[in-house]
């Protein structure tokens, strides 16, 4: 793995990509929050996303590169770290001095990805075959009608609602855990602990209340 | 007061081992868990039995021989305390008390309770030392000036016993809060400073190539340790690790 074989090479790469998708969170959170304010925003917004040609062709394979290269690693991390102790302890107390959260961010992770299978077969492929295979005409105003039905179905919106309790898990060990990955550990640390934990919380709870106020305010047939 | 113990017993490195039970009685909380193994030692040497190997040496809570998991936990439910300086009264009775030595594969089983731990010792030999040069122009230490907070923090790090509590509590096995509590004792101090990028870069390389796991900050390493030893250390040495890299 080159330059990545060292173990601290590994976490700092993981803390990296793990920081530069929280950052994308943030940029997601808002523009579905959109949806809820005002579906002309919410589609403007998506049109502009979906033609954009340094979003379409830059950022969104960035995007995709990290997400794969972030569980990719968490996945080799796990394997590496399960055979630093071939023999398991009978008897073994993580509850005493861990987390759940930090104790289980393969857990997480898996889930997060299961997700990310369910997300994409939704939204980004029927996009993609539009655009780019089917080369329909874009129509700005489809994005909110697109979205607002998806959520019609309670198996979908409970199953987002479930990976979102996971991702606040996620969340809660891994934002704090990259700083301290990169080597911040400071007098500082304390309010940026506070602020990842805050934002732990409000992201996914935030996308919990957008699944959820789009499955009740269906849009009338 | 009345325990029962259940104890890691294996006859040698090769070995198959599996876990004995041992009815124990007249033990008193005063007692350190030491004493008591002692205890139920005699009464096995007694019996003709074969009794049960642990590491131990001072029992002073400082050399950092002493070890065991004690119901899942290093060094056993107290905080801040060595096996040795871990008290019976922590126990009631009737309790059932699992033992079970460290567990990583960079550490493995000499004999029953006993690992081997001298994958800490190649670390350190890797760049945990300050070259001086004895030749006549020694430079006495106390005549280069140290800012206070620095010396308290290397003093701290220095605590570290080389116990491998940390590792024993991680759940990946992972040996970064010994490596940087040394890595950490030189970097914050002048004399340190000479080695500094090639000291960080061969120990983490020794790390890894003893099969420690990966450190995922779980902070289960501090908590457990009985030295206190701080998580500040592992960014530390996390921030001379990407120098020392950084500078090729």
């Known amino acids: 793995m080159g330059i990545l074989s060292a173990s601290i090479a590994k976490k700092v790469a993981m803390a990296l990509s793990g920081l530069f998708l929280v950052f994308f969170l943030a940029q997601h959170f808002t523009i579905n929050l959109s949806s809820v304010i005002d ?6 917004w998506s049109h502009f996303m979906g033609t954009n040609g340094l979003v379409q062709f830059v950022l969104q394979p960035v995007l995709i590169l990290g997400v794969i290269f972030h569980f990719v690693m968490g996945i080799v991390l796990e394997i590496q770290n399960r055979n630093a102790r071939a023999i398991s302890y009978k008897s073994y107390k993580g509850s005493k001095n861990s987390t759940w959260a930090s104790r289980n961010m393969i857990i997480s992770g898996l889930v997060i990805l299961a997700f990310l299978g369910l997300h994409f077969y939704d939204f980004w492929v029927p996009e993609i075959v539009y655009k780019y295979v089917d080369v329909k005409e874009a129509v700005e105003d489809r994005y909110f009608i697109e979205l607002v039905h998806k959520f019609e179905s309670p198996v979908r919106t409970g199953l987002y609602c479930l990976a979102f309790v996971l991702l606040m898990f996620h969340l ?14 400071n007098k500082y640390s304390k309010a940026l602990q506070g602020f990842t934990k805050l934002y ?18 269906q849009l009338p047939h | 007061m009345k ?3 259940k ?5 040698n490195a090769t070995a198959k081992g599996s876990m004995k039970t041992y009815p124990i009685e007249d033990i008193e909380g005063d007692m350190s868990f030491l004493e008591m193994l002692d205890v139920l030692n005699e009464d096995l040497i007694n019996k003709g039995e074969e009794p049960v190997v642990f590491d131990h040496d001072c029992r002073e809570g400082i050399c950092g021989s002493c070890s065991l998991q004690i119901n899942g936990e290093p060094h056993g439910p107290d905080r801040l305390v060595t096996t040795c300086q871990l008290h019976m009264r922590m126990f ?11 567990r990583a594969k960079a550490f493995p089983v000499i004999k029953d309770l006993m690992v081997d731990r001298s994958s800490f010792d190649r670390i350190q030999q890797a760049g945990g030392y300050v070259s001086v040069n004895t030749s006549g122009n020694t430079i006495d230490a106390n005549a280069t000036p140290v800012q206070k907070e620095n010396a308290d923090d290397a003093f701290y790090a220095a605590t570290c016993i080389g116990c491998g509590a940390c590792v024993a509590a991680c759940k990946n096995a992972s040996a970064m809060l010994f490596t940087s509590a040394k890595v950490s004792q030189y970097a914050l101090l002048p004399q340190g400073q000479v080695e500094a990028a090639t000291r960080v870069l061969n120990m983490v390389e020794q790390m890894d190539k003893e099969g420690f796991g990966n450190c995922t900050n779980t902070g289960a390493c501090e908590i457990e340790c009985p030295k206190g030893i701080s998580l500040e250390n592992i960014a530390r040495m996390n921030r001379e690790y990407l120098k020392a890299s950084l500078q090729g």
């Open chain 1, 200 to 217: 732990a919380i409000l992201i996914p709870a935030g996308f919990i209340f957008i699944a959820l106020y789009h499955h009740f305010n």
């Open chain 1, 172 to 185: 809660w060990h891994g934002f704090a855990s990259s700083f301290q990955s990169v080597g911040f550990n």
């Open chain 1, 39 to 44: 579906p002309e925003t919410f589609n403007n």
């Open chain 2, 7 to 11: 104890i890691w017993r294996q006859a």
């Open chain 2, 3 to 5: 325990l029962t113990l």
């Open chain 2, 92 to 102: 009631n009775d009737g309790d059932t008390i699992v033992i079970e030595p460290f």
